[in-house]
């Protein structure tokens, strides 16, 4: 759901996360004049593997999808709130929806949403809502990798890793298997998470089971296609997971190898080695731009300067 390597149940960290999607609150100041262009997209490229959107068990299609999202912000409503910065929003945007309409869900309505959190973290809850966290934009240091992220959220809500993981959830621990309206939604919702709290151990199962681990390497395979249609470099994710592997290595100190053993087995996402790998492994079937190579944009040297004063 989100590209943080929190080790949580996928759902709670849905709640935890979840924020109010009030309109905008945007400064009185005219945003400052940085026009953005893209890439040239790869249109012709072929993409024979590029993974694709299956139905699955899910509650919450068409109009419940929405019920389902409007409900997870409405049960943490006020946590987290959108930044200020005009600019900034519009920017991320910009590049979200040009991201969007070269995904496996094109035709899908995405709203694209800056929070004002420092907590280096993007995610997404279902009905096309993606949110990025001012922390994150400040930790990147291309539009490349921001792309790579951004794509990533749009392959969790192409695939429907939201509402199909709020389904199983429901079901092993309430027993629900149908909502009929918005009420019913949200009240489900509240009895799930009760449910979690009441009992602990039913996080560390969902976990060992591996579902959210392998929709995080659904997401990635996704955001890998996407930002290379779409013109990016995919290798730039790749150099994001090589610093995340540097910061656990130093955090971890020798205790590492453990650390991804324990993340492999109960970890709400894999361990970055293994998403590494994945990467690589999908470089194969693509005519890769050279390595080093990312797209130059004024408008993300001006985000950057922005966000760094917010």
């Avoid at 600019?87 to 899908?108: H, I, T």
């Avoid at 890793?161 to 298997?177: D, E, S």
């Avoid at 590494?276 to 950057?304: G, I, Q, Y």
């Amino acid at each position: 759901m989100k590209i943080s390597r929190s080790i949580r149940p996928l759902f709670l960290a849905l709640l935890t996360l979840a924020l109010s999607t009030l309109a905008f609150a945007f400064r009185a100041q005219d945003s400052p004049r940085a026009e953005w262009i893209p890439p040239v997209p790869r249109e012709k490229a072929k993409t024979p593997f590029a993974p694709k959107p299956f139905g699955g068990d899910n509650i919450f299609k068409g109009e419940a999808e929405g019920w389902l999202a409007d409900a997870i912000v409405k049960v943490e409503a006020g946590t987290l709130k959108p930044v200020e910065d005009r600019f900034v929003a519009d920017y991320v945007a910009q590049l979200g929806k040009r991201l969007a309409a070269y995904s496996v869900a094109p035709s899908r309505q995405y709203q694209f949403v800056v929070l004002d959190d420092d907590a280096v973290n993007a995610m997404c809850i279902g009905g096309g809502r993606v949110y990025v966290n001012v922390g994150m934009l400040k930790a990147v240091e291309s539009e490349d990798e921001l792309a790579c992220i951004i794509a990533h959220e749009i392959g969790h809500d192409a695939f429907g890793h939201a509402p199909k993981t709020v389904t199983r959830q429901l079901f092993w621990m309430t027993g629900v298997r149908k909502v009929r309206t918005y009420e019913e939604v949200e009240s489900a919702l509240k009895n799930l998470l009760a449910a979690y709290e009441k009992n602990s151990f039913a996080a560390v199962g969902d976990n060992l089971l591996g579902f959210s681990r392998f929709n995080e390497l659904e997401a990635d395979r996704a955001a890998f296609y996407d930002a290379y249609k779409t013109g990016y470099n995919p290798n730039a994710m790749k150099t994001i997971f090589k610093r995340f592997e540097r910061e656990e290595k130093a955090e971890a100190g020798k205790d590492y190898a453990m650390s991804q053993f324990m993340t492999l087995l109960f970890g709400s996402h894999p361990p970055t080695p293994q998403r590494e790998t994945a990467l690589s492994w999908e470089s194969n079937f693509v005519k890769m731009p050279p390595k080093a190579e990312r797209h130059k944009s004024a408008a993300f040297d001006v985000m950057k300067s922005r966000v760094a004063k917010l």
